[in-house]
């Protein structure tokens, strides 16, 4: 039996996965964006690159079948299943105390980045520094004069996008926080999530 491991919302969850297992990652309310990241368990530099990525495949948004690089330019995850409909964001960094304070907040503020670490100390793990993740289910449209938009997922419960490990790893996730642009639905509440490794 697979177990359902909750990503709590406005939190951190991290795991260790081993090569051919499959990470299932579920928005379960439909309106949640999950930062997603992945390093090699053996050299915690070597992490998922939206950077090399993107160089790679020649996309901003990946179908089922392509796979997603690490800095050393090596697969680590491929999509196997998206049920939802593929918006899922390769752009934009984690966000982090620094861009609430950009977005007016005068105090802390829950956030990506301090989630990242967080999960990883929990399972004992160390990242030298915050790479960009893969924003699961995050809606951000872009014109091809460059132009970039914050706009509410376009999923529904239940919506998960399935992915192969194609070496070992650590993969973390951050139910996203960020409750002052709508990209966590127009009630900008952000709730749990939930993934699964078989």
């Given amino acids: 039996m697979t177990d359902t491991i909750e990503i709590p919302a406005r939190r951190g969850k991290a ?17 949640q964006v999950v930062d997603t ?5 053996e050299d915690m530099d070597e992490c998922m690159s939206m950077e090399a990525t993107r160089a790679t495949v020649l996309k901003m948004r ?7 690089y690490s800095n050393n330019r090596r697969a680590m995850l491929t999509i196997l299943e998206d049920t939802s409909p593929g918006v899922h964001d390769t752009l934009i960094a984690a966000c982090d105390n620094y861009r609430y304070g950009l977005l007016g907040c005068t105090e802390y ?5 301090d989630n990242l670490h967080a999960a990883l100390d929990a399972i004992g793990a160390k990242a030298p520094k915050t790479p960009s993740p893969l924003n699961l289910f995050m809606n951000i449209p872009w014109t091809e004069a460059g132009g ?14 399935a ?9 973390a996730f951050s139910a996203c926080p960020q409750d002052i642009l709508p990209i966590n639905g127009t009630l900008r509440e952000p709730v749990e999530a939930h ?4």
């Fill in 195 to 198: 993934f699964e490794i078989a």
């Fill in 109 to 113: 503020h829950d956030n990506c980045s």
């Fill in 148 to 161: 970039l938009s914050f706009e509410a997922p376009v999923t529904k419960p239940g919506d998960y996008i």
């Fill in 37 to 41: 990241w992945a390093f090699n368990p």
């Fill in 15 to 31: 795991a260790r996965v081993s090569k051919g297992q499959t990470v299932k990652v579920v928005n379960t309310h439909g309106a």
């Fill in 163 to 171: 992915l192969r490990a194609e070496m070992d790893l650590i993969v």
């Fill in 62 to 68: 990946l179908d089922v079948g392509d796979a997603f």
